[in-house]
């Protein structure tokens, strides 16, 4: 998992649905990590100590991952390193709550892909 916030631009976390899909993850058996550019630790500890991993980079939180979720389009994560990123990671599976990425490039690359919202 890479972000937090519901937005953007913001450290809003309230009503953010990177919260409630960590809470679902959780509720699973998952463990998570997460990682958000903006979002200080002040703002999110109350809710990491019992739900997850605070990440201090991007980088860092896909390391042996089984996936990677991208609930918000931060600029950061617009044209990442893909081979990078299929390296640290455990499994190559993008779920892309924004659908920011190319299929293709990315399944070219032997990511599993999907694009929250899109047909297979």
Do not use: H
């Amino acid at each position: 998992m890479c972000d937090l916030s519901f937005k953007p631009k913001t450290d809003d976390i309230r009503r953010s649905p990177s919260i409630e899909l960590i809470k679902n993850l959780v509720r699973e058996g998952a463990q998570v990590t997460a990682y958000d550019p903006v979002v200080n630790q002040s703002v999110d500890s109350e809710i990491s100590s019992s739900l997850f991993t605070r990440a201090a980079t991007a980088m860092e939180a896909i390391v042996e991952a089984d996936a990677l979720v991208l609930v918000t389009e931060w600029n950061e994560f617009k044209e990442p390193n893909f081979l990078q990123i299929k390296e640290k990671m455990r499994q190559p599976i993008v779920f892309d709550g924004r659908n920011i990425y190319n299929p293709k490039k990315l399944r070219d690359l032997g990511f599993e892909y999907c694009g929250i919202g899109q047909r297979p």
